[in-house]
């Protein structure tokens, strides 16, 4: 018996052949038309069910979610919209979904209640086909890195370090006595503590990335990283996945090339790749957008979108031309920016950013050379003396996607710094033996992956993107 997945029996049309397939339910019509789901594509198969040939006892079990395997012979179809169905010769049922019970039915289900059932929702169309594209960009993804001779490098989890400084760590460890119960000899019992050690989970894997870099030329990371700040926002996850590239030998303009490259070859990919689900997706936010008014639809379609990142040059602007620009605009006719830009200095908003990517250059944006004092400690400092050689990548519907910056090689600029800002220097010992031993201009970025799932589907809420997103409201799951 050939079994096929939903998706080769759509592309093979093995004509006439006799075939299986498995899969959910998604739609039982006339106690003949059932369409037949097994998640590798948006597409259904449909198969028909003679009802005269089948008992009523198992009809009843056709239901929607009720997993089937279904055998019989490939024709071509009568109906419209598809080229080839299934006359089924045997239906067997793997397993019921109660009608009255289970709660992914078919109509269109609001993506917050789809939120509640996180462990069912990737049985809908919007969430398979998410779910697609979030698998594509993750193989292009080491696909790029790969094929351009950087190697992945694992940063640890737990570890000791605030890569980024802005203390938004969740704590393994916590050094007060009550954690550290004493066993019968009197001795530390450090068990389901880490050693001793005052530790958190990783906000980045940066620091780590950067030693790797110095040895191994190119290295890339690409794994979960965690951030104890306020979750509540479309853009914020607590765990979120970073893809952390880190280059020696690269200064900024390098650093920008790269970033710049990598984005367009994976929304190309992607482009290439994942066609059905991005017309699905396509399709559902232009249902979504007519409820909207005219003014606040979006001015392209998402496949347009993302062929305009493909196609067109990020606009390099410094900081303090950004600046420049934003003290003289406004959002709009009626309104002010919520946060204004007064003065020189200020860290810019997301509305800022995006209104420099959506309104003004109509492109995505990389923005460098920051104020010193609103960015990470790591970032070289120019010869100006108050700005480093940060950027950030600005893209349209979704703001800062990336952020990166050339790191302060100099040992005593960087031991200056970390003195400044009340660091201990045996916090990082490690860290500045790079600039002790063989320091070098480096470079590196992270790109925020679940932002970068959101703007190549479209998908308003971050929380649509990952499969259990871990946000103050859910944490049952
Ligand atoms: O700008 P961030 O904080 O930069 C770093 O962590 C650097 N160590 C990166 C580097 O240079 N290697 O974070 C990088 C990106 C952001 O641009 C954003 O896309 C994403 O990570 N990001 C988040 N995504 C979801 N939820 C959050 N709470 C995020 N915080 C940052
Ligand atoms: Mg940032």
């Known amino acids: 018996m050939n079994s096929y997945s939903v998706k080769e029996l759509l592309s093979k049309q093995p004509l006439g052949d006799s075939v299986e397939v498995n899969g959910w339910v998604k739609t039982f019509r006339s106690n003949r038309f059932i369409a037949l789901n097994d998640g590798s594509t948006i597409h259904n198969v449909q198969c028909?069910?003679?009802?005269?040939?089948?008992?009523?006892?198992?009809?009843?079990?056709?239901?929607?979610?009720?997993?089937?395997?279904?055998t019989g012979t490939l024709v071509e179809s009568q109906g419209r919209g598809q080229q080839v169905e299934i006359q089924a010769s045997d239906v067997f049922v793997h397993g019921t979904a109660d009608p009255e019970t289970y709660p992914i039915q078919p109509k269109k289900h609001s993506l917050e209640f789809l939120r509640e059932k996180a462990h069912l929702r990737v049985r809908t169309n919007t969430f398979s086909a998410v779910m697609r594209v979030r698998s594509a960009l993750a193989f292009a993804i080491h696909s790029y890195f790969q094929?351009?001779?950087?190697?992945?490098?694992?940063?640890?989890?737990?570890?000791?370090?605030?890569?980024?400084?802005?203390?938004?760590?969740?704590?393994?460890?916590?050094?007060?006595?009550?954690?550290?119960?004493?066993?019968?000899?009197?001795?530390?019992?450090?068990?389901?503590?880490?050693?001793?050690?005052?530790?958190?989970?990783?906000?980045?894997?940066?620091?780590?990335?950067?030693?790797?870099?110095?040895?191994?030329?190119?290295?890339?990371?690409?794994?979960?990283?965690?951030?104890?700040?306020?979750?509540?926002?479309?853009?914020?996850l607590a765990e979120f996945w970073m893809i952390e590239p880190e280059m020696a030998f690269y200064d900024l303009d390098a650093n920008m090339d790269l970033a710049e490259d990598f984005i367009k070859s994976i929304v190309t990919y992607v482009l290439d790749n994942c066609q059905d689900d991005l017309e699905f997706l396509e399709k559902r936010l232009l249902d979504e957008e007519k409820s909207k008014p005219q003014n606040e639809r979006s001015e392209m379609a998402l496949i347009e979108k993302l062929k305009f990142v493909v196609e067109n040059n990020f606009k390099r602007v410094t900081y303090t031309e950004a600046i420049d620009i934003l003290r003289n605009s406004k959002p709009n006719k009626k309104k002010k920016f919520q946060f204004p830009i007064d003065e020189w200095g200020a860290d810019l908003q997301s509305e800022h950013e995006r209104f420099l990517v959506e309104k003004h250059f109509k492109c995505p944006v990389i923005l460098f050379d920051y104020p010193a004092n609103i960015k990470a400690f790591y970032m070289r400092l120019n010869e100006d003396g108050k700005t480093v050689r940060a950027m950030d990548v600005l893209f349209p519907g979704i703001g800062e996607i990336a952020g990166g910056s050339q790191r302060e090689e100099r040992l005593e600029v960087l031991q200056q710094k970390i003195s400044d800002l009340g660091i201990e220097e045996k916090e990082l010992w490690w860290y500045l033996d790079l600039r002790r031993f063989g320091t070098a201009v480096h470079s590196g970025f992270g790109l925020g992956f679940e932002r970068m799932v959101q703007f190549a589907t479209g998908m308003g809420n971050i929380r649509d993107v990952i499969p259990y997103p871990r946000t103050p409201q859910n944490a049952e799951f």
């Open 147 to 236: 094929k351009n001779d950087f190697y992945y490098m694992h940063p640890p989890i737990i570890t000791g370090s605030d890569a980024e400084g802005a203390g938004e760590m969740f704590r393994v460890t916590t050094m007060e006595p009550k954690n550290i119960p004493v066993d019968e000899q009197g001795e530390v019992d450090y068990s389901g503590d880490f050693f001793g050690k005052e530790t958190n989970l990783t906000v980045s894997g940066q620091l780590e990335a950067e030693t790797y870099a110095m040895g191994l030329g190119k290295v890339y990371t690409f794994g979960p990283t965690f951030r104890a700040e306020n979750s509540n926002t479309s853009r914020h």
């Open 48 to 70: 028909v069910v003679d009802f005269e040939n089948f008992s009523e006892d198992l009809l009843k079990q056709i239901t929607t979610g009720a997993a089937l395997k279904i």
